[in-house]
Every structure is written in structure tokens, then in C-alpha cells.
């Protein structure tokens, strides 16, 4: 998640909320990626705790850890009804959608859990290089696309949201600078992920860019 997508993320569901819109208790979509929570310390600082500090949050993953208030997968009906019976009022699904193989599938579970009038905040990556772990669709959608994945809603907000680009990142984190031009020089290793790396070289000097929506169930 990029710092800047995070702080919007947070402006635009403090807006609902000063606007008087009952969006607690929150549901965060797969909430548990710790290795994201140390590399990108900002998701927790500028997002999520002051989330917590306006209202209930229920933290939402397949994967058991000790945050996670509700351990299942939205793709089981057991688990969709396990959801409705919390009240959740809104749903936060931040950068997971491109992780996702089946993710229309995924995306009318998200809505069923949401009540009448209920909000759902999502965010996914619109320029953005591949990465492998754990999985990445390559689903770089604009906003009008992603919009797409959620019939039966209106856009409260919308924006693309711009950040630093690969060169700037990738100089900022000189051992990761490091990995990457060494995998450059090695398209036998995992060629399909090389291809795929190389296949976004035109863009290295690009903004990185997400596109995030506030939308309302109808």
C-alpha cells in the first residue's frame, strides 16, 4: 500500500464519519499480511489506528493470527452469513483485489456482507509493478473498472492517487535495487516473472498509482 493511499484511505472515512454516517463496526479485508505491517509501517500509523480511535474495526483474513477477529474465506457461505451476523456496517478492502484469481466472485461476497446504504472503501493498485508474493493477477484496474467489480453502488468518492515512481523507489532501496538488477540478467531463472518485470521497464519513470473508490450501497 503506497503512504499516500493510506492517508486517503483514512481522510475519506473520517469524512463519512464527520458527516454523521454510521460506518462502525468496519470490517478491514485481509487484514494480517505482517510482513506488509513492517515494511510499511504507515498502513498501521496513518491508517488503521486512527480508524481504531474513531470506531470498532473487525479485523477480517483467511490466514489465523493473533489480530484476526474473523478467520475464514469470503468465498464460503458459512462464513459470508458469519460476517452479516456481526453488523458490519461498512467494509475496507484495501490493495487485496489484485491478489485475487476469482475476484468477481470475491466481490459479490464483499457486497452481500454490506447492508442497504452500507459503505465499502476499496483500493487497488492501477500502475504498479508485478509482484509474486503471494499472488498478483497483474489486475492494474482504472476507476471506472473497478467500479465495474461492484453493480449496485454509487461513487461517493473517487481519485487516482499518485505516489513515487520505480527509478525513486528502487534508488531509495539500494538492496532491493540490487535484487532487481541482478534478476534482469537472469530471464532463465522463472522466466515468466522476468518477462513480466521487464514488460513494465517503460514505466519505470512513472508515478506508481492506485485507484481507490468510496462507494454506497444502493
Known amino acids: 500500500m503506497l503512504s499516500e493511499e493510506a492517508s486517503w484511505l483514512r481522510k475519506s472515512l473520517q469524512e463519512l464519519v464527520e458527516r454523521g454516517e454510521a460506518i462502525f463496526p468496519l470490517g478491514n479485508i485481509g487484514s494480517s499480511d505482517e510482513k506488509q505491517l513492517k515494511?510499511?509501517?504507515w498502513v498501521n500509523d496513518v491508517l488503521m489506528s486512527p480508524l481504531r480511535e474513531l470506531g470498532k474495526v473487525y479485523n477480517v483474513d483467511i490466514k489465523?493470527?493473533?489480530?484476526v477477529d474473523f478467520c475464514g474465506d469470503l468465498h464460503d457461505p458459512e462464513f459470508i452469513k458469519k460476517?452479516?451476523?456481526a453488523g458490519l456496517n461498512s467494509i475496507l478492502c484495501a490493495n487485496i483485489l489484485t491478489n485475487i484469481e476469482s475476484r468477481e466472485k470475491f466481490a459479490r461476497s464483499i457486497m452481500e456482507v454490506i447492508p442497504s446504504k452500507g459503505y465499502l472503501v476499496v483500493s487497488?493498485?492501477?500502475r504498479f509493478p508485478f509482484v509474486a508474493d503471494p499472488v498478483d493477477t497483474l489486475f492494474r484496474p482504472n476507476l471506472e473498472e473497478l467500479h465495474a467489480l461492484f453493480p449496485?453502488?454509487?461513487?461517493?468518492?473517487?481519485?487516482?492517487?499518485?505516489?513515487?515512481?520505480?527509478?525513486?523507489?528502487l534508488l531509495k532501496n539500494k538492496s532491493v535495487l540490487l535484487i532487481t538488477l541482478l534478476r534482469l540478467?537472469?530471464?532463465?531463472?522463472?522466466?515468466q516473472h522476468w518477462r513480466?518485470?521487464?514488460?513494465?521497464?517503460?514505466?519505470?519513470?512513472?508515478p506508481f498509482r492506485t485507484?481507490?473508490?468510496?462507494?454506497?450501497?444502493?
Open 196 to 206: 513480466k518485470l521487464v514488460q513494465y521497464l517503460p514505466n519505470a519513470f512513472k
Open 152 to 169: 449496485n453502488t454509487k461513487i461517493v468518492k473517487e481519485e487516482l492517487i499518485e505516489s513515487i515512481s520505480y527509478v525513486d523507489f
Open 124 to 126: 487497488v493498485s492501477n
Open 64 to 67: 489465523q493470527s493473533p489480530d
Open 211 to 218: 485507484s481507490c473508490l468510496v462507494l454506497q450501497k444502493l
Open 39 to 41: 515494511t510499511q509501517p
Open 185 to 191: 540478467c537472469l530471464p532463465f531463472y522463472k522466466f
Open 83 to 85: 460476517l452479516k451476523q
